[in-house]
């Protein structure tokens, strides 16, 4: 199990986010982080709890290992708005967390 | 440029049967690993299926065991979902994704209702 928080932020651009993740069980560093905007399909962020990904703005980061898990939006951006989502990759089930819903203010 | 294109989505009255279909273009397609991960109305995302490169290792979600079939033809670059014995509850966006979610479709929806 996958539990995620917080459910929802309203965060005023410039500042920093934090999001985190905790795993029921360790799973190493199998995590990864999506971000979903509306009407789109999710998108991935980070691989492997804290490996950016190519193309990704590099305010997004994460970080962490076994059971807790954090990811970090550095300087918010509008085009941040969106619900993040982090899912273990260790063993099946593959499950999400019940994701963050992310509001400009 | 890699690209995955789902199909088969559909009005389904439960008890009903549906085929998703994931074409993939731009890769390797026999060398990845695929997902179903399926989006209900307004909740968040659910992991749904594993397959293997090869088609010989496959996982499922409790709730689509004995019900969904995840398959795959590496000669025509295609990912299937076998969705037997719907149920209100399976309505949602499918999306196919390559490996740890790097790719992913753009999703189809099946909608279960009489």
């Known amino acids: 199990v996958m539990t995620q928080s917080p459910a929802f932020l309203s965060v005023t651009p410039g500042e920093k986010v934090t999001i985190t993740c905790q795993a029921s069980e360790g799973i190493g560093n199998y995590l990864y982080w999506y971000q979903q905007k509306p009407d789109q399909a999710p998108k991935l962020l980070i691989k492997?709890?804290?490996q950016s990904i190519s193309g990704v703005p590099s305010r997004f980061s994460g970080s962490g290992s076994g059971t807790d898990f954090t990811f970090t939006i550095s300087s918010l951006e509008a085009e941040d708005a969106a619900t993040y989502y982090c899912q273990q990759g260790n063993k099946h089930p593959r499950t999400f967390g019940q994701g963050t819903k992310l509001e400009i203010k | 440029e890699v690209q995955l294109v789902e199909s088969g989505g559909g009005l389904v009255q439960p008890g009903g049967s549906l085929r998703l279909s994931c074409a993939a273009s731009?890769?390797?397609?026999?060398?990845?690993?695929m997902n179903w991960v399926r989006q209900a109305p307004g909740k968040g995302l659910e992991w749904v299926s594993y397959i293997s490169s090869s088609g010989s290792t496959i996982y499922y979600a409790d709730s689509v065991k004995g019900r969904f079939t995840i398959s795959r033809d590496n000669a025509k670059n295609s990912l299937y979902l076998q969705m037997n014995s719907l149920r209100a509850e399976d309505t949602a966006v499918y999306y196919c994704?390559?490996?740890?979610?790097?790719?992913w479709g753009q999703g189809t929806l099946v909608t279960v209702s009489s």
């Open positions: 731009g890769f390797t397609f026999s060398s990845y690993e």
């Open positions: 492997y709890a804290s």
């Open positions: 994704a390559r490996g740890f979610g790097s790719y």
